[in-house]
Nanobody
């Protein structure tokens, strides 16, 4: 089991910055990737940024160049630095950890764990 606790959301004017944090506890040794998702009112949850165990990040097109995902493995914490925020970035942001649950001969299965969500509101 993995527990995730998020912090860092809030209200900011357009063009401003926020940094989200997500600290994992429990079976952190089994985590193979961490990610940030967001869900705006009336919309589906979408992947914003992901960082894999090899440290390589990936981003959704609308945030590339503005958001940066990083991690401190020693502290089991992932961060999302959000710069040049826009009103369309307004959403509840969720931290996600993907953890190996079962190893097979040449593959493995995973479980997804989620944080409680943190509200990010960007005013115009």
């Amino acid at each position: 089991q993995v527990q995730l606790v998020e912090s860092g959301g809030g209200l900011v004017q357009g063009g401003g910055s926020l940094r989200l944090s997500c600290t994992a506890s429990g079976s952190t040794f089994s985590i193979i990737s961490m990610a940030w998702y967001r869900q705006a009112p009336g919309k589906q949850r979408e992947l914003v940024a992901q960082i894999r165990s090899d440290g390589r990040p990936s981003y959704e097109d609308s945030v590339r160049g503005r958001f940066t995902i990083s991690e401190d493995r020693g502290q089991h914490t992932a961060y999302l630095q959000m710069n040049n925020l826009k009103p369309e970035d307004t959403a509840v942001y969720y931290c996600n950890a993907k953890s190996v649950s079962t190893y097979y001969t040449d593959s493995y299965s995973t479980d997804d764990y989620w944080g409680q969500g943190t509200q990010v509101t960007v005013s115009s």
